[in-house]
């Protein structure tokens, strides 16, 4: 699965009606103005209250952890039965985790950047390899997916599109932690709401190798979230994070 949908920022600039974003915080600089800048992941509206307790943490965690991955994998095996067998309650409530010190949003400036024009996220210090650069916040939605309907696209309209929705966790029909009669695709989805890590960019035309990668981690009240982390050699002071979006994602662009 392409874990980063289709809506380009381009798209962005629409003639809708201009509602203000409900911000949990005052922006950093260099947000947009049309994106509600968010310290704590959201829950969509249409989001199962059954698949809650798949989000939330194991009572006997230790610590959090975090696991690598491509945004083109399945994230299923990031997050063991045990862990989500054992949620037992309902309530989403994650720690705020304000806009970190050490990354900076910029205005790409250098024309030969494929996102030239665009926004990056930038290091304002060293950061050392196996640093947790940023959690990626956004709005937290779900696709089900019944037997036999696979060939529909029922994905939700309001993310399918996006380019900021990167897949969280997958189950299958057949799964015992999936309480539902279909194939579960749960996602954290920036477009319209999130932190700044959705700024970071695709190392292919920037880059011999991103800096940066994607994994699946947990916030400080132990609710599984999608994280940025320092790959090895860490990221130098004013580098751009780079990570890499997977071919997936690429090749979806492609078709
Ligand atoms: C998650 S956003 C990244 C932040 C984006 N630059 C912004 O200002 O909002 C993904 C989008 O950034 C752009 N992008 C990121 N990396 C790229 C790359 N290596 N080549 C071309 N476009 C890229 C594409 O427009 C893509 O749809």
């Not at 950093?28 to 249409?46: H, K």
């Not at 990354?103 to 400036?109: F, Q």
Request: charged share 20%; hydrophobic share 35%.
């Amino acid at each position: 699965m392409a874990c980063l949908g289709r809506r380009s920022v381009a798209a962005d600039a629409e003639d809708a009606p201009r509602v203000e974003p409900r911000h949990d915080a005052p922006p950093p600089p260099g947000w947009p103005e049309d994106v509600a800048f968010l310290t704590r992941p959201r829950l969509g509206p249409a989001f199962p209250p059954a698949l809650i307790p798949l989000l939330l943490p194991q009572p006997t965690a230790q610590s959090p952890t975090s696991s690598p991955l491509s945004l083109s994998s399945s994230l299923s095996s990031s997050a063991s039965s045990s862990t989500l067998l054992s949620a037992s309650s309902t309530r989403f409530a994650p720690r705020a985790t304000p806009h970190p010190a050490i990354v900076a949003i910029k205005r790409v400036t250098t024309p030969s950047h494929p996102a030239y024009g665009q926004r990056c996220l930038v290091a304002r210090r060293r950061i050392a390899q196996g640093e947790m650069v940023i959690p990626y916040l956004g709005i937290i939605h779900a696709d089900v997916v019944s037997e036999g309907e696979e060939e529909k696209s029922n994905k939700d309209p309001a993310h399918a599109e996006s380019d900021y929705d990167l897949s969280l966790l997958r189950l299958s029909a057949s799964d015992i932690r999936n309480p539902l009669p279909g194939h579960v695709s749960i996602g954290v989805d920036a477009a319209q709401a999130g932190n700044a890590a959705r700024f970071v960019n695709d190392y292919r035309g920037v880059a011999s190798k991103p800096n940066a990668e994607f994994r699946v981690g947990r916030g400080e009240a132990g609710e599984l979230r999608m994280e940025v982390w320092a790959l090895k050699g860490g990221i130098a002071k004013g580098d751009e994070v780079l990570v890499s979006y997977g071919k997936g994602w690429w090749g979806a662009r492609r078709q």
